[in-house]
Protein backbone atom coordinates (compact mmCIF):
# COMPACT_ATOMS: atom_id res chain seq x y z
CA UNK A 1 0.00 0.00 0.00
CA UNK A 2 1.20 3.20 -0.72
CA UNK A 3 1.43 6.12 1.72
CA UNK A 4 -0.76 9.44 1.02
CA UNK A 5 1.21 12.47 0.39
CA UNK A 6 0.25 15.78 2.19
CA UNK A 7 1.14 18.88 0.73
CA UNK A 8 0.29 21.68 2.10
CA UNK A 9 1.95 25.76 2.14
CA UNK A 10 0.84 29.21 1.82
CA UNK A 11 -1.78 29.80 -1.19
CA UNK A 12 0.48 30.93 -3.75
CA UNK A 13 3.39 29.43 -2.70
CA UNK A 14 2.87 27.10 -6.06
CA UNK A 15 1.20 24.11 -5.21
CA UNK A 16 -1.12 23.43 -8.28
CA UNK A 17 1.58 24.61 -10.64
CA UNK A 18 4.26 21.40 -9.41
CA UNK A 19 1.28 19.40 -9.06
CA UNK A 20 0.30 19.87 -12.70
CA UNK A 21 3.59 19.22 -13.31
CA UNK A 22 3.84 16.33 -11.61
CA UNK A 23 0.65 14.72 -12.90
CA UNK A 24 1.75 15.20 -16.72
CA UNK A 25 5.12 13.89 -16.29
CA UNK A 26 3.14 10.70 -14.73
CA UNK A 27 -0.40 10.58 -15.76
CA UNK A 28 -1.20 7.26 -13.96
CA UNK A 29 0.40 6.73 -10.62
CA UNK A 30 -0.72 9.45 -7.72
CA UNK A 31 -4.98 10.43 -7.81
CA UNK A 32 -6.93 12.65 -5.72
CA UNK A 33 -9.52 11.41 -3.21
CA UNK A 34 -12.92 11.67 -4.49
CA UNK A 35 -14.53 14.13 -2.16
CA UNK A 36 -18.16 14.27 -0.38
CA UNK A 37 -20.80 16.71 -0.93
CA UNK A 38 -24.92 16.89 -0.58
CA UNK A 39 -25.07 19.46 -3.29
CA UNK A 40 -26.92 18.06 -6.34
CA UNK A 41 -25.29 16.57 -8.62
CA UNK A 42 -24.65 18.55 -12.04
CA UNK A 43 -25.30 17.29 -16.18
CA UNK A 44 -22.64 14.67 -16.76
CA UNK A 45 -20.90 14.57 -13.32
CA UNK A 46 -20.83 10.52 -12.15
CA UNK A 47 -21.42 9.61 -8.41
CA UNK A 48 -18.35 8.13 -6.93
CA UNK A 49 -16.38 9.89 -9.90
CA UNK A 50 -16.69 13.13 -9.72
CA UNK A 51 -18.20 13.55 -6.03
CA UNK A 52 -19.60 10.94 -3.72
CA UNK A 53 -23.34 12.66 -3.66
CA UNK A 54 -24.20 12.52 -0.27
CA UNK A 55 -27.76 13.06 1.79
CA UNK A 56 -27.53 15.91 4.31
CA UNK A 57 -28.38 12.86 6.81
CA UNK A 58 -25.90 10.89 6.05
CA UNK A 59 -23.33 13.52 5.65
CA UNK A 60 -23.74 14.90 9.12
CA UNK A 61 -23.77 11.28 10.78
CA UNK A 62 -20.42 10.84 9.15
CA UNK A 63 -19.64 13.98 11.30
CA UNK A 64 -20.17 12.61 14.04
CA UNK A 65 -18.42 9.35 13.34
CA UNK A 66 -15.07 10.90 12.68
CA UNK A 67 -14.83 9.32 9.29
CA UNK A 68 -13.51 12.92 7.40
CA UNK A 69 -10.59 14.80 7.36
CA UNK A 70 -12.00 17.65 6.50
CA UNK A 71 -15.25 19.43 5.76
CA UNK A 72 -16.67 22.09 5.14
CA UNK A 73 -20.01 24.23 4.57
CA UNK A 74 -20.26 26.66 0.95
CA UNK A 75 -23.46 28.53 0.09
CA UNK A 76 -26.07 25.58 1.96
CA UNK A 77 -24.09 22.64 1.44
CA UNK A 78 -21.87 19.97 2.78
CA UNK A 79 -18.18 19.37 1.28
CA UNK A 80 -16.10 16.87 2.66
CA UNK A 81 -12.96 14.84 2.56
CA UNK A 82 -13.17 11.42 4.10
CA UNK A 83 -10.53 8.75 5.28
CA UNK A 84 -11.87 5.91 2.95
CA UNK A 85 -11.68 8.41 -0.15
CA UNK A 86 -8.41 8.36 0.76
CA UNK A 87 -7.83 5.03 1.30
CA UNK A 88 -9.67 4.38 -1.96
CA UNK A 89 -6.96 6.11 -4.33
CA UNK A 90 -4.53 3.55 -2.65
CA UNK A 91 -6.75 0.16 -3.33
CA UNK A 92 -6.64 1.34 -7.13
CA UNK A 93 -2.43 1.01 -6.82
CA UNK A 94 -2.45 4.70 -7.03
CA UNK A 95 -0.49 7.45 -4.55
CA UNK A 96 -3.24 9.83 -2.80
CA UNK A 97 -1.77 13.44 -3.37
CA UNK A 98 -3.79 15.60 -0.82
CA UNK A 99 -3.25 19.16 -1.42
CA UNK A 100 -4.58 20.79 1.97
CA UNK A 101 -4.20 23.43 4.18
CA UNK A 102 -2.34 22.97 8.15
CA UNK A 103 -5.79 22.31 9.81
CA UNK A 104 -6.12 19.31 7.21
CA UNK A 105 -2.36 18.19 7.96
CA UNK A 106 -3.44 17.92 11.42
CA UNK A 107 -6.42 16.17 11.07
CA UNK A 108 -4.58 14.14 8.91
CA UNK A 109 -2.19 13.40 11.81
CA UNK A 110 -5.05 12.32 13.71
CA UNK A 111 -6.08 9.18 11.24
CA UNK A 112 -4.54 5.72 10.64
CA UNK A 113 -3.60 7.09 6.85
CA UNK A 114 0.46 7.04 7.74
CA UNK A 115 1.10 9.71 5.25
CA UNK A 116 3.92 11.63 4.41
CA UNK A 117 4.56 15.57 4.65
CA UNK A 118 5.23 17.64 2.22
CA UNK A 119 6.10 21.69 3.00
CA UNK A 120 6.21 24.05 0.03
CA UNK A 121 7.43 27.13 1.01
CA UNK A 122 7.76 30.55 -0.82
CA UNK A 123 11.32 32.03 -0.67
CA UNK A 124 9.68 34.58 1.39
CA UNK A 125 6.19 36.39 1.92
CA UNK A 126 7.00 39.33 0.29
CA UNK A 127 8.29 36.93 -3.00
CA UNK A 128 4.43 35.09 -2.48
CA UNK A 129 2.77 38.67 -2.19
CA UNK A 130 4.12 39.41 -5.38
CA UNK A 131 3.00 35.66 -6.91
CA UNK A 132 -0.71 36.03 -5.69
CA UNK A 133 -0.97 39.50 -7.24
CA UNK A 134 0.64 38.40 -10.42
CA UNK A 135 -1.48 35.52 -10.71
CA UNK A 136 -4.27 38.19 -11.05
CA UNK A 137 -7.12 36.22 -9.05
CA UNK A 138 -7.17 37.36 -5.88
CA UNK A 139 -8.81 40.26 -4.37
CA UNK A 140 -6.58 42.90 -2.24
CA UNK A 141 -8.92 41.50 0.40
CA UNK A 142 -7.78 38.43 -0.33
CA UNK A 143 -4.52 38.72 -0.59
CA UNK A 144 -3.95 40.31 2.58
CA UNK A 145 -5.94 37.17 4.32
CA UNK A 146 -4.02 34.67 2.61
CA UNK A 147 -0.70 36.68 3.68
CA UNK A 148 -1.93 35.77 7.33
CA UNK A 149 -2.72 32.46 6.57
CA UNK A 150 0.75 32.12 5.20
CA UNK A 151 2.66 33.56 8.33
CA UNK A 152 0.63 30.67 10.50
CA UNK A 153 1.23 28.29 7.89
CA UNK A 154 5.07 29.40 8.24
CA UNK A 155 5.65 28.81 11.41
CA UNK A 156 3.46 25.74 11.85
CA UNK A 157 6.18 24.34 9.47
CA UNK A 158 9.14 25.49 11.73
CA UNK A 159 7.28 22.92 14.27
CA UNK A 160 8.68 19.56 12.68
CA UNK A 161 5.28 18.81 11.47
CA UNK A 162 6.46 18.02 8.00
CA UNK A 163 8.90 15.19 6.41
CA UNK A 164 10.38 17.74 4.47
CA UNK A 165 10.14 21.23 3.20
CA UNK A 166 10.98 22.64 -0.11
CA UNK A 167 11.60 26.16 -0.71
CA UNK A 168 10.00 27.04 -4.46
CA UNK A 169 12.39 29.60 -4.96
CA UNK A 170 13.65 28.59 -8.73
CA UNK A 171 10.24 26.45 -10.21
CA UNK A 172 12.72 23.73 -12.64
CA UNK A 173 15.00 23.38 -8.80
CA UNK A 174 11.47 23.10 -6.95
CA UNK A 175 10.17 20.23 -9.20
CA UNK A 176 13.38 18.29 -8.86
CA UNK A 177 13.02 18.30 -5.02
CA UNK A 178 9.23 17.49 -5.38
CA UNK A 179 9.67 14.78 -7.51
CA UNK A 180 12.43 13.66 -5.30
CA UNK A 181 10.52 13.28 -2.49
CA UNK A 182 6.93 11.82 -4.06
CA UNK A 183 8.17 9.89 -6.40
CA UNK A 184 12.02 8.43 -4.97
CA UNK A 185 10.23 9.05 -0.56
CA UNK A 186 13.71 11.02 -0.56
N1 LIG B 1 9.06 29.13 -8.68
C1 LIG B 1 8.22 30.07 -9.11
N2 LIG B 1 8.70 31.25 -9.51
C2 LIG B 1 7.86 32.23 -9.93
N3 LIG B 1 6.52 32.12 -9.98
C3 LIG B 1 5.98 30.96 -9.59
C4 LIG B 1 6.79 29.87 -9.13
N4 LIG B 1 5.96 28.84 -8.79
C5 LIG B 1 4.71 29.27 -9.04
N5 LIG B 1 4.70 30.53 -9.51
C6 LIG B 1 3.52 31.36 -9.86
O1 LIG B 1 2.95 31.77 -8.62
C7 LIG B 1 1.50 31.82 -8.72
C8 LIG B 1 0.88 30.92 -7.63
O2 LIG B 1 1.14 29.54 -7.93
P1 LIG B 1 -0.01 28.42 -7.72
O3 LIG B 1 -1.30 28.91 -8.27
O4 LIG B 1 0.56 27.14 -8.22
O5 LIG B 1 -0.09 28.40 -6.10
P2 LIG B 1 -0.90 27.45 -5.08
O6 LIG B 1 0.03 27.14 -3.99
O7 LIG B 1 -1.48 26.30 -5.84
O8 LIG B 1 -2.04 28.40 -4.57
P3 LIG B 1 -3.56 28.01 -4.01
O9 LIG B 1 -3.33 27.22 -2.76
O10 LIG B 1 -4.16 29.37 -3.77
O11 LIG B 1 -4.24 27.24 -5.10
C9 LIG B 1 1.15 31.34 -10.13
O12 LIG B 1 0.88 32.48 -10.91
C10 LIG B 1 2.42 30.61 -10.60
O13 LIG B 1 2.57 30.67 -12.00
Redesign the pocket.
Known sequence: MSRPIVIS?P???????LLKKLFAEYPDKFGFSVSNTTRNPRAGEVDGKDYHFTSVEDFKKAIEENKFIEWAQFSGNYYGTSIKAVKDVADQGKTCLLDIDMQGVKSVKKTDLNARYLF?SPPSIETLRE??E??GTETQDSIEKRIAAATAELEYSKTGAHDRIIV????EK?YLEFKDFIVNGN
Open positions: GSGTGKSTLRLGRNDDLA
